[in-house]
């Protein structure tokens, strides 16, 4: 289906997870296929996965209850540091 009709945005939930590394590459291989076309929003452990983002945002709880959002966006962090 979604190769006939493409979704401008796609969210995947730790899909990643109980892939090994050969099979994590062949999901990040199938993600960049379709990265000019479709905006994905991926939540994942997996590190290796996490190189595929552009940008990335994490949730911290620095209390009890209250959660934080804390993001990096690559191409600033890379100009940041030159």
Do not use: W
């Amino acid at each position: 289906i979604y190769l006939v009709k493409p979704s401008p945005f796609c969210v995947l939930d730790e899909v990643d997870a109980p892939l090994d590394d050969t099979n994590v590459e062949r999901f990040m291989s199938l993600v960049r296929r379709f990265e000019d076309d479709t905006q994905f929003i991926l939540v994942t452990h997996n590190q290796r996965t996490m190189g595929l983002s552009d940008r990335m945002y994490g949730v911290t709880m620095e209390e009890q209850g209250v959660s934080k959002l804390a993001g990096v966006e690559f191409d600033e962090a890379v100009e940041i540091t030159e």
